[in-house]
């Protein structure tokens, strides 16, 4: 099992930056990827950001590419995302989430994902 904890999220004004933070807890020796994914009132659940466990890659949805960074620290086994340039549209709870098999390799999917966070609020006013 893994656990994970996000944190970081908050109410901030178009235009300005938070960062999330996800901890991660438990066997994660298996993890082959991390990745965050955000779900707005009445939407479904959407890819934003991944990363391979051993940071030699970054995937990032059309929407935030350029505006939100992807990062981890392994030593603390947590993962962060750096959201700068907000956007009402931004708005929604970012979850986190741990890929434990390489396969499928697409890191989009929210069904490849295995353990996943409670979430973490993101608002942004206009």
């Known amino acids: 099992q893994v656990q994970l904890v996000e944190s970081g999220g908050g109410l901030v004004q178009a235009g300005d930056s938070l960062r999330l933070s996800c901890a991660a807890s438990?066997?994660?020796?298996?993890?082959?990827?991390m990745g965050w994914f955000r779900q707005a009132p009445g939407k479904e659940r959407e890819f934003v950001a991944a990363?391979?466990?051993?940071?030699?890659?970054?995937y990032y949805s059309d929407s935030v590419k350029g505006r939100f960074t992807i990062s981890r620290d392994g030593a603390k086994n947590t993962v962060y995302l750096q959201m700068n340039s907000l956007k009402p549209e931004d708005a929604a709870v970012y979850y986190c989430?741990?890929?434990?098999?390489?396969?499928?390799?697409?890191?989009?999917?929210?069904?490849?994902?295995?353990?996943w966070g409670q979430g973490t609020q993101v608002t942004v006013s206009s």
């Open positions: 990363i391979l466990w051993d940071g030699s890659r970054t």
């Open positions: 438990g066997r994660t020796l298996s993890t082959n990827a």
């Open positions: 989430a741990v890929k434990r098999s390489p396969f499928p390799p697409s890191p989009f999917a929210a069904s490849s994902y295995n353990f």
